[in-house]
């Protein structure tokens, strides 16, 4: 797209984007998911990671083929405004926002109650409030500072994280191997559709969160061709975790659905005490690396926003000295930690999976629509693209058909505030699309 984002300084590289977009995934779910999972489904469990994974890759394939069409700031809302119009652009990103704020709200919650097992005096409210505002504002402040030392912080948890994960799948696997007396054995039985349905939800949970990397496009170095390469890179790694993971908790602990912490559980019986510790301090510092990636992504999307005239003006104000988004960063973070203050972890996680679904659809039906709009113009293009789009609306569909009723109001009273700003903005006029039609 023309112009790309003045001011902001174009310093992430290809492998700086696939730490980025794995940081975001990997959060604090991984070392709950599984007993959830084994509690649901049983040893089914390892097929619904592969069948999640395998779900979740059609749907970024599309996000792939979009995002190589831009190279300016603003993901999924830039993506849908452009496919589809200013209300649909607001749309999503109102449900982006939703998302970007209430996921990271519950990892720091999540940082919180794993703080406490280490020091007890985190169980008091008033620590554990203290706890999450300086865990959130120093983010805030790395970030304020300058994408560069944002980007330096994410990419040294993504490799902490990832190596004790790692780690973990490796050293069970050798253990199964070398000591067959631990293996427990699990039956294949067969479950409701009702559980797998669940199940399936959770995961998208679980392999969200690539969507918000895809919003630094405006201070990547090379977007249209390294985006692509580093969502399918990230999302091929990440699966291949949650499925070891899995399978390692299944064939090492003894009844794991009934575990609150299956993965230092599990690590318990191969490795001993100070397994289960390493695992336990590997919680707190992937969910550390997940809010930083969150801070340093996430907080661009009102910038976005504003920057086309769908906020207010000073959202988009960059810093003279650091060339960042601090108005935006600001503001992200005080939402995060009010979220965090006042929500829990349960509720937070489904309303993400539900919001992301919706927008993962639209990100399906953009892509043939993006093809007839911007012919030629895809630096990635999907070999049979109306089959990708009919298997990602199918999978998304499909899956919130099982949302709630809590979860539906809340979708719907998303798209009436998106309808609200779309109405004031309407009449305005947008910036930097190309595009005929804005309304």
Request: aromatic residues 12%; hydrophobic residues 55%; contains cysteine.
């Amino acid at each position: 797209m023309p112009g790309g984002d003045r001011g902001l300084v174009r310093t992430i590289g290809r492998w700086s984007l696939v730490a980025l977009m794995v940081n975001s995934i990997l959060g604090a779910g991984v070392f709950g998911l599984p007993s959830i999972l084994a509690a649901r489904i049983g040893a089914w469990s390892i097929l619904a990671c592969l069948a999640s994974g395998a779900g979740i890759l059609i749907i970024a394939a599309c996000v792939a083929e979009v995002s190589s069409r831009f190279d300016e700031t603003g993901g999924l809302y830039l993506y849908g405004r452009a496919a589809f119009g200013r209300f649909a652009g607001l749309a999503i990103a109102w449900l982006t926002w939703l998302m970007r704020v209430v996921a990271p709200a519950a990892g720091a919650d999540l940082f919180a109650t794993y703080a406490a097992q280490f020091f007890p005096v985190l169980q008091a409210r008033w620590a554990a409030v203290a706890v999450l505002a300086v865990l959130i504002g120093h983010l805030a402040l790395f970030n304020y500072i300058g994408v560069k030392l944002g980007n330096r912080v994410s990419n040294v948890f993504t490799i902490v994280k990832t190596t004790f994960l790692l780690f973990f799948v490796l050293a069970g696997l050798a253990t199964l191997w070398l000591r067959p007396e631990l293996r427990v054995s699990f039956a294949v039985a067969p479950v409701p559709a009702k559980n797998w349905f669940e199940v399936m939800l959770l995961l998208v949970y679980a392999y969200g969160g690539f969507e918000g990397a895809l919003v630094v496009g405006g201070e990547a170095k090379n977007p249209k061709r390294d985006m692509p390469i580093a969502l399918l890179l990230a999302l091929l790694v990440v699966c291949a975790i949650y499925t070891g993971a899995q399978y390692v908790v299944m064939a090492t602990l003894p009844n794991a659905g009934t575990s609150a912490r299956p993965l230092s559980d599990s690590a318990l019986r191969f490795l001993g005490g100070w397994g289960a510790a390493a695992i336990g301090i590997a919680a707190l510092i992937s969910t550390y690396g997940y809010l930083s990636a969150n801070m340093l992504h996430s907080s661009r999307i009102t910038f976005a926003l504003s920057e086309r005239g769908d906020f207010p003006a000073p959202l988009a104000k960059i810093h003279p000295k650091f060339r960042t988004p601090y108005v935006s960063i600001l503001l992200y973070a005080a939402m995060v930690l009010g979220f965090a203050v006042l929500g829990n972890f349960r509720w937070n996680a489904m309303l993400s999976a539900v919001a992301r679904l919706a927008v993962y659809g639209a990100m399906g039906l953009a892509v043939p629509v993006l093809r007839r709009k911007l012919p030629g113009k895809a630096g990635f293009q999907l070999p049979v693209p109306y089959l990708f789009a009919a298997a990602s609306l199918l999978f998304a569909m499909a899956l919130l058909s099982r949302m709630g009723r809590g979860e539906f109001a809340i979708l719907c009273a998303t798209l009436l505030v998106a309808l609200a700003n779309w109405a004031m903005v309407r009449n305005t006029q947008g910036k930097h699309l190309g595009i005929a039609s804005e309304s």
